[in-house]
Structure formats: structure tokens, C-alpha cells
């Protein structure tokens, strides 16, 4: 485990010691440590100090090798092997938002920690882009590796979803085929991290970003993640509640129930209760059902005709022989079993 953040404070105050006047300053405002709470752009210090942001950066780099050569610095090795330490058993590699917010508590103390990777002769910092979120390595070429692999993997996903486990245990697979090498868990977490086209949804369930079963563009997608995740029908009522209950997000009754009856991935299978298309439910009503059934199946007793109604509709035994007694759609024959009129 790391070392309370009082460790990485104190070591800071200790390097910027080592500066004065000027060059402290700069260091302060470009990091938001020591007496600076807000990080700063080189062109708004440079334009403080009436200087250009090349002298900025040149300060900055000079003030930074100085703090390097320190005995401070020296002293302070095992709090940057524990930095180092922490990165390696992530897979060599961490998003810098997760780096951050697991040593500290709060922005302010992750700031003397980006600090000290920054002055770690042992860190690289990633930037990010469209595709990757800004990472920290102990090594480049893994963050080259993780990124060609990402980009791989992404390439071969659906637009659908799958457990954490499974994408785990793919991407783990995947890696060790492209890179020839094996991650742990934590590793394995950690490359799929910096990811921008792969994430999470509200039930940790993995797949492409774009996605609308990971990134919900509104309440019919919504209630689509909470029948999935449900595995069978809901009331729409339950649909809404459950809605505000998993995913934290305001839903009305009727709103939902108004989506729900316009999107063709729901089925009424009930009074109020709805299901998804993909579970194999038929669109219509019970009197089209039953037409399915006859015309798939051939002539069905009554009990065999209401068994089969009730697979794929949740109704009384009545409401389907009430439909049977319709002779302008169905007949019984001879042998006392129906069929279509």
C-alpha cells in the first residue's frame, strides 16, 4: 500500500526548498503546490513574469533537473520506488485520473503526486488523444503495446455487452497472442483504463463506448440495460423505479411506459408488463399469437394452445379461450383440437 499523502507533501515542501524566489514560484504555479492551490498554463505565468512560455519552460526544466541532483531527492528514493512499484503491478501503466485519485483524496493532494512523477526519473507521462485517456508508465514501449492491443481488441468488439469477467478474460488473451505477454488482473484492469472506446456501464458490464448499452442516450435505453439486466418482463412502473434505484437518473412513470410502447426491442406481454424482443417474444396482441402458433405448429388441443399463448404472453387461461371462440379466425376440428378459420 502507499504512504499517506502527509509522506508526498513533505517530500515536496523539502524539494522546493531546494529553489528560491523565481524559479519556486514558477514550479508552485505550474504544479498547484507549496503556497499555489491552481495549476497554471506557461503562457499565463510568462505572462505574469513578462516573460516568454519558452523561458517559462526553460525555467521549469532547469529547476526541476536541480531538484533532481538534491539530496533530498536522493533521500526521498524509496517514495519513488513506491510510485514505481504501484505503476509495475498495474501492468507498467495507470490513467492518470485513477492514478491520482486512489493516492489522494482529494485534487489538491493529487498535485504533489503528479509532481513527483513528473520529477521521477523512473515516470513518462502519455498524453492523451481521442482514443486514450493520459496515463502514466514505467516503460514507453508497454504504453506503445497497450495502446496497438487496445486498439486491436476494440476493433473486434460487437455493439453489445458483455461481464467484467468475460472482457477480462478475453483482453487478457488477446494480449498475450499480440504481445506475447501475460497480465495479472491488475494489469489487465488497468490497460482497458486508459481506453476511450472501451468502458464500463452502470451495471460493470463491458463493451464499446459508443455503445448504447454502455453510454445510454436516453430513457428507452435505459429501460433496455434494466429488462437486460433483469432477465425477464417488468411492469413499466417497476421499469421506472428500477431506473431511478440502479442508475440514479430521474424517470417518469408515463415517460417510460410512452418509450417503451414506441421502441420495436419491447414486446407487451402483459398489462403493463414488457419484455424484450430479443428473448424471442412475438409483437401483437393474444388473437396474433395465437395465429402464429396454429400456423408454426398445425392444430393444437386447448390445453397445448393456452400452454404455448402463456410462454409468450402473461395472460389468464380465459383471456385465450375467449380468443378461441372468435369463428371468423378459429375453428375447432373434428377431432376437437383448433386451428386457423
Known amino acids: 500500500m502507499v504512504k499517506s499523502t502527509k509522506d508526498f507533501q513533505n517530500v515536496t515542501r523539502e524539494l522546493l526548498k531546494q529553489l528560491s524566489g523565481r524559479s519556486r514560484e514558477i514550479i508552485e504555479r505550474r504544479f498547484g503546490i507549496g ?14 513574469h513578462k516573460i516568454t512560455r519558452e523561458r ?12 533532481r541532483i538534491s539530496t533530498v531527492f536522493a533521500n526521498a528514493s524509496s517514495l519513488f520506488n513506491l510510485l514505481e512499484k504501484e505503476i509495475d503491478r498495474r501492468g507498467q501503466l495507470c490513467r492518470e485520473e485513477r492514478l491520482l485519485s486512489e493516492f489522494s483524496d482529494h485534487p489538491r493532494e493529487g498535485s504533489y503526486i503528479q509532481f513527483l512523477l513528473t520529477l521521477g526519473e523512473s515516470f513518462e507521462r502519455s498524453g492523451g488523444d481521442v482514443l486514450f485517456y493520459h496515463h502514466w508508465t514505467t ?59 472501451i468502458d464500463r456501464n452502470h451495471f460493470g458490464e463491458w463493451g464499446l463506448s459508443r455503445s ?41 412513470v408515463q415517460t417510460v411506459h410512452n418509450e417503451l410502447i414506441k421502441d420495436d426491442r419491447f414486446v407487451l406481454v402483459g398489462r ?26 398445425g392444430p393444437l388441443s386447448k390445453e397445448d394452445l393456452v400452454k404455448r399463448v402463456q410462454n409468450e404472453r402473461h395472460v389468464k387461461e380465459n383471456t385465450v379461450l375467449i380468443n378461441l371462440q372468435n369463428k371468423s379466425h378459429f375453428k375447432k376440428l373434428p377431432d376437437g383440437r383448433y386451428h386457423v378459420a
Request: one cysteine or more; a positive charge; aromatic letters at 6%.
Open 35 to 48: 503556497v499555489r492551490s491552481k495549476k497554471q498554463t506557461l503562457e499565463s505565468i510568462g505572462q505574469l
Open 56 to 67: 517559462v519552460r526553460q525555467i521549469e526544466a532547469v529547476s526541476l533537473n536541480k531538484m
Open 139 to 197: 516503460d514507453p514501449e508497454t504504453s506503445l503495446e497497450a495502446r496497438r492491443a487496445i486498439t486491436s481488441f476494440a476493433s473486434s468488439l460487437d455493439e453489445d455487452v458483455t461481464s467484467e469477467e468475460e472482457i477480462l478474460r478475453r483482453f487478457s488473451q488477446h494480449v498475450e497472442n499480440a504481445c506475447g505477454r501475460s497480465l495479472e488482473r491488475e494489469g489487465v484492469i488497468s490497460w482497458l483504463g486508459i481506453s476511450k472506446a
Open 212 to 252: 448504447h448499452l454502455v453510454r445510454p442516450r436516453g430513457m428507452r435505453d435505459f429501460a433496455y440495460l434494466v429488462l437486460k439486466k433483469h432477465g425477464s418482463p417488468l411492469h413499466f412502473r417497476e421499469v421506472a423505479r428500477a431506473i431511478e434505484d440502479t442508475i440514479s437518473r430521474r424517470a417518469h
Open 272 to 297: 403493463g408488463l414488457y419484455a424484450l424482443a430479443s428473448w424471442g417474444y412475438q409483437p401483437g396482441i393474444v388473437k396474433d399469437i395465437m395465429i402464429s402458433l396454429f400456423k408454426n405448429h
